[in-house]
């Protein structure tokens, strides 16, 4: 039996002051849950039933345990003297898959009264022994909904094969995308499915990704609002390869469809000068407005540099655009 370990994960939590999180991927002994319970000073219903502990989270006001209630994944709150505000249990089966459980990285956000939890169903009868086991067994996962004051399930997901989870918080959502390991699969993780929570726990949306969507194109993109992103298309060289067209997608999520396309020019004091070169730095999204920064350089050649050349920073520039229409509003040195 590996000795219990204690591990800082990061998820978001509001009120918190610490987040501490054990870690324990075999069965958990009776006498070890029995510990477990009693450093804590929790008091579960049913801790007879208890035959796994994965997850402690143990805040100043609350107190979160979850891993295995008799077959079902089992997760419970507590306040801060150790009293039981709720216990869920997922009872959920998938075809001949009859056991499931929550584990040390099951929880992919908090906010305020809205908790979202990612639960195994396997074959295995208990939580695997050693990491690469998990990747020789059969299984599936689901991410769960619930309200983090009364323990209400709000909403469950499609099952799907995919044993990673990363949630981004937008504007008044989360957007999660889920995947396989690069463990599971060798090489990068393959986003798969992508999903959507609003921070009331009220709406939801989920849908796979098609043939012609990249799995990291929303990785860095930035959202216009929760079901909308700005995501870059091309550029194109123009007037004598010093000055270049950049085309960018308003694009919607959601539905997968295109809302509109908008063109800016990264051009300068000095363009008509040679050796002058612009390259695109940031762009994201204030209030209504698309911001797009560039810069422009002098290059010269160096016998120092790796490349061969330096650059010379010269000015600064930015775009601002309505999100809306894709119309350009002020083009400015910065």
Not at 26 to 49: G, H
Not at 301 to 320: A, V
Request: charged residues 25%; hydrophobic residues 35%; contains cysteine.
């Amino acid at each position: 039996m590996k000795k219990v370990i204690f591990v800082i994960i990061s998820i978001v939590l509001y009120g918190c002051s610490k987040n501490e999180v054990i870690e324990n991927p075999d069965v958990t002994p009776p006498s070890d849950i029995e510990k477990i319970i009693s450093e804590l000073k929790i008091k579960p219903s049913n801790e007879k039933d208890i035959t796994y502990i994965g997850l402690i989270i143990d805040s100043i006001s609350y107190k979160i345990v979850g891993g295995k209630m008799n077959n079902n994944a089992w997760l419970a709150k507590f306040d801060a003297n150790g009293k039981e505000i709720f216990s869920y249990q997922f009872k959920d089966n998938y075809n001949e898959m009859k056991n499931s459980y929550v584990t040390f990285n099951a929880i992919k956000f908090l906010d305020k009264n809205v908790l979202s939890f990612v639960v195994w169903v396997t074959d295995y009868p208990n939580p695997p022994p050693t990491i690469s086991d998990s990747y020789n067994m059969n299984f599936v996962s689901r991410l769960c909904v619930i309200d983090f004051n009364t323990g209400k399930e709000l909403h469950k997901f499609s099952f799907v094969k995919n044993d990673e989870y990363k949630a981004t918080k937008t504007f008044y959502s989360y957007f999660i995308e889920s995947y396989l390991s690069p463990v599971n699969i060798g090489g990068s993780g393959i986003v798969s499915n992508i999903y959507s929570v609003s921070l009331d726990g009220k709406k939801y949306w989920e849908r796979k990704l098609n043939e012609k969507e990249n799995s990291d194109l929303y990785k860095h993109a930035p959202f216009i609002d929760d079901e909308n992103v700005v995501l870059f298309k091309s550029k194109e060289a123009v007037y004598n390869l010093t000055v270049y067209s950049y085309k960018y997608i308003s694009f919607n999520i959601k539905n997968s469809s295109i809302n509109f396309e908008f063109e800016v020019l990264l051009i300068g004091d000095h363009y008509t000068e040679d050796n002058i070169v612009y390259d695109a730095d940031k762009i994201y999204v204030v209030d209504n407005i698309i911001k797009i920064e560039y810069n422009e350089y002098k290059r010269s050649i160096s016998i120092k540099s790796d490349y061969g050349f330096d650059y010379t920073l010269l000015n600064r520039y930015y775009y601002e655009i309505d999100k809306y229409s894709g119309k350009i509003i002020i083009h400015s040195k910065i």
